[in-house]
């Protein structure tokens, strides 16, 4: 996994290849971050979509964040499923291609 210079932006990387990657944004929502989760087309190893998840949930906004809106493939099960295994409350519904997922954080301590 790496970050950008900006931090904002998480790719997940095999062999100088992009596999995944993610956008976090703020938003005007007290508590609340966005993410644009994007896994490339053609063959990626298994567990791509978790390990996006996983960083996604790692970066400091999201951290310190109370809820997580997110977009992702709407085809994409593996990234919802983790999503349902690390936050609470997980609401997710179609849009075109894409899925819109709302989800409360577990706050660490």
Do not use: F, N, Y
Not at 10 to 27: D, F, M, P
Request: some cysteine.
């Amino acid at each position: 996994m790496t970050r950008r210079d900006d931090d904002q932006t998480i790719h997940i990387e095999a062999e100088g290849r992009t596999l995944a990657s993610a956008e976090v944004h703020s938003t005007d929502e007290p508590g609340v971050v966005h993410s644009d989760m994007h896994v490339e087309s053609g063959h990626v190893p298994g567990g791509t979509g978790t390990r996006l998840v996983d960083a996604v949930l790692e970066h400091p906004q999201v951290d310190e964040a109370d809820r997580l809106l997110a977009t992702m493939p709407l085809g994409d099960t593996e990234m919802i499923d983790r999503v349902r295994e690390k936050c609470d409350d997980v609401q997710a519904r179609a849009a075109g291609a894409t899925k819109l997922v709302r989800a409360r954080l577990e706050h660490r301590d």
